[in-house]
């Protein structure tokens, strides 16, 4: 009977001292965005609504995303270059993989104005924010 209580206590002691994580009202978010067309539209709209909320923004733009940062591909990606924009006009930062612009063949005076080529140092500075949460598109 006793090991039974003494188990029941330690139970509801380690429930209630345990710790919740709950996002902050202004951490900031990553995106990580390695698609075109209706998955990037998904990424950059679901970015841009979190920072309408106060949280800070960076879009990582990789392998097929580099596409729509193209202004050769404005046509294609009228929409999705529109958000960037917006995001960029709020305060948000869209950063672009040089590896990745090479193999889809992106050229640097090809890139929508302010998108910036993104180093381990760029990236990381904005991926490693204390409380940035990051998502994947």
Same mark, same amino acid.
């Given at each position: 009977m006793f090991k039974k209580a003494?188990?029941?206590?330690?139970?509801? !002691?380690?429930?209630?001292? !345990?710790?919740?994580?709950?996002?902050?009202?202004?951490?900031?978010?990553?995106?990580?965005?390695?698609?075109?067309?209706?998955?990037a539209?998904?990424?950059?709209?679901?970015?841009?609504?979190q920072q309408e909320r106060g949280h800070p923004l960076t879009v990582f733009l990789n392998d097929q995303g580099v596409l729509v940062a193209a202004k050769s591909n404005a046509a294609?990606?009228?929409?999705?270059?529109?958000?960037?924009?917006?995001?960029?006009?709020?305060?948000?930062?869209?950063?672009?993989?040089?590896?990745?612009?090479?193999k889809h063949g992106v050229k640097e005076d090809d890139l929508l104005p302010g998108i910036k080529l993104s180093s381990p140092e760029v990236a990381g500075n904005a991926l490693f924010k204390d409380n940035t949460k990051t998502l994947t598109w």
């Amino acid at each position: 009977m006793f090991k039974k209580a003494l188990i029941s206590t330690l139970i509801v !002691a380690s429930i209630g001292s !345990a710790s919740v994580a709950f996002a902050g009202d202004t951490d900031p978010l990553f995106i990580n965005m390695m698609s075109e067309g209706h998955r990037a539209m998904m990424g950059l709209t679901f970015g841009s609504k979190q920072q309408e909320r106060g949280h800070p923004l960076t879009v990582f733009l990789n392998d097929q995303g580099v596409l729509v940062a193209a202004k050769s591909n404005a046509a294609k990606y009228s929409k999705e270059q529109e958000l960037i924009a917006a995001i960029q006009a709020k305060g948000g930062s869209v950063i672009v993989c040089p590896m990745c612009m090479k193999k889809h063949g992106v050229k640097e005076d090809d890139l929508l104005p302010g998108i910036k080529l993104s180093s381990p140092e760029v990236a990381g500075n904005a991926l490693f924010k204390d409380n940035t949460k990051t998502l994947t598109w």
